[in-house]
């Protein structure tokens, strides 16, 4: 199984994934200095699938890279973009290349991006695309035509333990996890109590015996930045509190300064649930503050040398 | 008459559900509210993007279906059906039952058939004989080929 599948599995410390900076243009060396930037931190990072709506390089050709790169990829995969045989054809396309980690989202609506008049898919839903991918590992394709040799697969998904109807969202992490997803990265939120709801009520409700539960912290810079996903990125709401303390800190550095206090508590609060796997990581700033994020929660390859080792160089 | 009733079917079911005709209804397990009716068609849940006042992202103003559809699901009118089926898996819709009559097709089954992949049984392997590769072997005379089939 992957690196990823493996280390869950294990249990002996709490994994760290991020998000891989979207990338257009720059050529292979655009690839390459993200993956330096991550890869002494990480333990496997998102290969996001045209993010927000907005086109990028695909999932795969991301995904495909860094893994020869030696970053461990998850590969996303959104329902918004391909049908059904489309997202099939990626999944396996990618395998091909040792890619085994595989996420599948809904999508932000095509109205989120800055083409809206795109056509929206949706041929399937999220919950239908695990249960097809897991298919895939098992050795057949949608229709039921078998693969010979099939490729293996950790097959995850994500979940919202913040947006209505709360505590609805239980049970559709059971249905996710019963599809066949084995890890759910949950979306950024500022409620701990929600998050401490929803990850109470997966352990009494079983999903944590077959799946993972990756909450999501994200390092951002101003108070602008918080008023911003408050206002305008739907299914994330912060509370007005958090936004006047990083807002009301004082001058430029003390309000950066504020910002990342907050992000540390939400890390520190999400890993000391039972239940928690680990960590997902989405850093705004670029400023060196994931490296101290890491080294502050004492988590992921940089404090753990021993896993270090295993680890292949970059290429 | 059979051409009949999906008209039929669309006049009672727009009105009251907003219809749209997908030849295999799901309203008796969604708490009575159309999942097609949700911008991303989608049939297992709410997507991650619902608003905090229960709005759906797409289009704020509206009520997320699946906040509607977990809230009606615990009406007294049929709880005990209406609760346990929200949660059910539903397959994937099959588009080529797309404005034909879903009563039509509860009642020759059409609806409940999936890909044999979604109950995870393996299709028997294609005869090698039918595919399109091995038959193009056979034919000498490409211009009896059926008109765009180079392209």
């Known amino acids: 199984m992957s690196r990823l599948s493996d280390l869950l599995a294990d249990g002996t410390r709490p994994v760290v994934t ?26 496997a990072v998102n290969a996001t699938d045209n993010p927000a709506a907005h086109a990028h390089a695909s999932n795969t050709a991301i995904a495909i890279a860094m893994k020869q790169h030696g970053l461990e990829p998850i590969m996303q995969v959104v329902c918004r973009d391909k049908n059904r045989l489309a997202m099939q054809a990626d999944i396996i396309g990618a395998a091909l290349f040792g890619v085994e980690n595989v996420a599948i989202l809904t999508g932000d609506d095509v109205t989120a991006g800055d083409e809206p008049e795109a056509r929206r898919v949706f041929d399937l839903d999220s919950i239908q695309m695990v249960k ?3 298919g895939l590992a098992e050795g057949h394709y949608l229709s039921g035509r078998a693969i010979k040799e099939p490729p293996t697969l950790f097959v995850s998904a994500v979940e919202n333990p913040f947006a209505p109807p709360l505590e609805y969202r239980i049970e559709r992490a059971l249905k996710k996890a019963e599809a066949g997803a084995r890890m759910l990265q949950l979306q950024i939120g500022y409620y701990p109590e929600r998050l401490e709801n929803f990850v109470r009520g997966c352990v009494d409700a079983g999903v944590t015996q077959t799946t993972a539960i990756i909450p999501t912290v994200v390092l951002t810079k101003t108070g602008r930045a918080l008023s911003f996903m408050d206002d305008s990125v739907p299914g994330i709401s912060i509370p007005q509190t958090t936004i006047d303390r990083v807002a009301g800190a004082g001058d430029k550095e003390a309000v950066a300064e504020a910002s990342y206090q907050v992000t540390l508590e939400l890390a520190q609060h999400a890993l000391s649930l039972p239940g928690v796997s ?16 890491v080294e502050d929660l004492k988590i992921g390859p940089s404090q753990h040398k021993e896993q270090h080792a295993h680890r292949p160089e970059l290429v | 008459m059979h051409r009949l009733i999906p008209i039929f079917e669309h006049v009672v079911k727009k009105p009251v559900w907003d219809c749209r005709m997908c030849g295999q209804c799901v309203l008796h397990s969604t708490g009575m509210t159309c999942p097609m009716t949700c911008p991303k068609t989608l049939r297992n849940g709410p997507c991650g993007g619902v608003r905090e006042d229960g709005g759906c992202e797409v289009k704020p103003e509206m009520t997320c279906v699946w906040v509607k559809a977990e809230r009606r699901s615990h009406s007294p009118v049929n709880p005990k059906r209406w609760e346990a089926e929200l949660n059910h898996l539903r397959p994937p819709v099959n588009n080529q039952l797309k404005g034909t009559s ?50």
């Open chain 1, 132 to 134: 097809v991918a897991s």
């Open chain 1, 18 to 43: 991020a998000e891989f900076p979207s990338i257009d243009g720059g050529g292979m060396a655009a690839v390459e200095r993200a993956v330096a930037e991550l890869l002494p931190y990480v333990d």
């Open chain 2, 102 to 151: 879903s009563w039509v097709n509860l009642m020759t089954g059409a609806d409940r058939r999936a890909p044999s992949g979604w109950t995870g049984e393996t299709a028997p392997a294609e005869d090698p004989e039918a595919t399109i590769g091995t038959a193009l072997v056979e034919i000498d005379d490409t211009t009896l080929l059926p008109e765009g089939f180079h392209s």
């Open chain 1, 278 to 293: 680990g960590i997902h990581l989405t850093d705004f700033r670029h400023d060196g503050s994931l490296p101290r994020l």
